[in-house]
């Protein structure tokens, strides 16, 4: 498996293909963004929900937006998936043990154990503080940073700043979906952003 690059064959042995469960075949994009459900004034009026568990509920559908969203990351090159509190989670630690490197909660303020960083940062109303531990990445550690949904890019700015503080160097940024209309990615500085889906 070592130089393999997700977005390309597995194996090129006729043997392992056919071995290959059937959630291995490929989905298109397409595919992904038609089972992604639209749900109106959720959680409150005006705000047009992405639901992504019709894409976690059917195994070929996640599988194949797992391997969208790593594509061209070779094994090997990513030493810490960070995923954000919540549904970053879910897609972080699939690509980190699809990967075989490590997963990095970024949680809401209060929620982890240890001894933590903090970073605040503005909402429509109020604000907002996400937090890491102090040693889930240690000074130079190649990290990917993933999340489900990129809107106003306020939460993956305040998760870049809590990095900075621990020294990761980050690799680029992932989303399953980008609300381009809401210029989140502006917010990014100069770290290569890709969304597979753009509304
Ligand atoms: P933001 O900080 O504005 O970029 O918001 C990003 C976070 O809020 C992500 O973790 C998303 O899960 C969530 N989010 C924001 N807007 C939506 C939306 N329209 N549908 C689903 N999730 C959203």
Same mark, same amino acid.
């Given at each position: 498996?070592?130089?393999?690059?997700?977005? #390309?064959?597995?194996?090129?042995? !006729?043997? #392992?293909?056919?071995? @290959?469960?059937?959630?291995?075949? !490929?989905?298109?994009?397409?595919?992904?963004?038609?089972?992604? %459900? @639209?749900?109106?004034?959720?959680?409150?009026?005006?705000?047009?929900?992405?639901?992504?568990?019709?894409?976690?509920?059917?195994?070929?559908?996640?599988?194949?937006?797992? #391997?969208?969203?790593?594509?061209?990351?070779?094994?090997?090159?990513?030493?810490?998936?960070?995923?954000?509190? &919540? %549904?970053?989670?879910?897609?972080?630690?699939?690509?980190? &043990?699809?990967?075989?490197?490590?997963?990095?909660?970024?949680?809401?303020?209060?929620?982890?154990?240890? +001894? +933590?960083?903090?970073?605040?940062?503005?909402? #429509?109303?109020? !604000?907002? +503080?996400? &937090?890491?531990?102090?040693?889930?990445?240690? !000074?130079?550690?190649?990290?990917?940073?993933?999340?489900?949904?990129?809107?106003?890019?306020?939460?993956? &700015?305040?998760?870049?700043?809590?990095?900075?503080?621990l020294g990761a160097r980050v690799l680029g940024i992932r989303f399953l979906i980008e609300l381009s209309f809401?210029?989140?990615r502006d917010r990014l500085g100069n770290h290569p952003v890709k969304s597979l889906i753009t509304y």
């Open positions: 498996m070592l130089g393999h690059r997700w977005g #390309e064959p597995w194996l090129d042995g !006729s043997a #392992e293909v056919r071995d @290959n469960p059937p959630c291995m075949q !490929s989905v298109s994009i397409a595919e992904i963004e038609r089972s992604i %459900r @639209n749900v109106p004034d959720f959680p409150k009026p005006g705000i047009q929900f992405k639901d992504i568990t019709p894409v976690l509920a059917d195994g070929r559908l996640f599988r194949g937006a797992m #391997e969208h969203l790593l594509a061209g990351v070779e094994l090997g090159s990513v030493d810490k998936i960070v995923g954000i509190d &919540a %549904r970053g989670f879910i897609f972080g630690s699939a690509a980190a &043990a699809m990967l075989g490197c490590g997963f990095v909660p970024v949680r809401k303020k209060g929620k982890l154990p240890w +001894t +933590t960083h903090e970073q605040s940062y503005d909402l #429509e109303y109020g !604000s907002a +503080t996400v &937090a890491i531990h102090v040693d889930a990445v240690r !000074s130079g550690e190649r990290v990917l940073l993933l999340d489900d949904l990129l809107a106003t890019g306020g939460t993956a &700015a305040a998760t870049l700043a809590l990095l900075d503080k809401l210029s989140g």
